[in-house]
């Protein structure tokens, strides 16, 4: 069974850090571009960050940029995004999904469940 978790979300205050892991099992990752995507309370989904299959080639929405990295791991089989300086408007549940592509051109193939980030003085 294709499947993907993520996790490392919580409550953070403004200013913080966290670092969220997306790890695979059923499939290898080694040949997927990987994305995060996010979706705050009465917002559409957004695209926040993705990484090639090799971690040759990193995309971020504006929003984001100089504040958080995707990095992965293939022989873990894991992607992260490390997030700091967190804002109150990143609070969102964040999720984790597997392209079709070895390039961030692709569509998506699995999703993640999704971990909540809540960053809250």
């Known amino acids: 069974q294709l499947q993907l978790v993520e996790s490392g979300g919580g409550l953070v205050q403004p200013g913080g850090s966290l670092r969220l892991s997306c790890a695979a099992s059923?499939?290898?990752?080694?040949?997927?571009?990987i994305a995060w995507l996010r979706q705050a309370p009465g917002k559409e989904r957004e695209g926040v960050s993705c990484?090639?299959?090799?971690?040759?080639?990193?995309k971020y929405v504006d929003s984001v940029k100089g504040r958080f990295t995707i990095s992965r791991d293939n022989a873990r089989n894991t992607v992260y995004l490390q997030m700091n300086s967190l804002k109150p408007e990143d609070t969102a549940v964040y999720y984790c999904a597997a392209l079709n592509t070895a390039d961030c051109s692709g569509l998506v193939g699995a999703w993640g469940q999704g971990t909540q980030v809540t960053v809250s003085s």
């Open positions: 990484i090639s299959s090799s971690g040759g080639s990193t």
């Open positions: 059923g499939f290898t990752l080694d040949y997927r571009a």
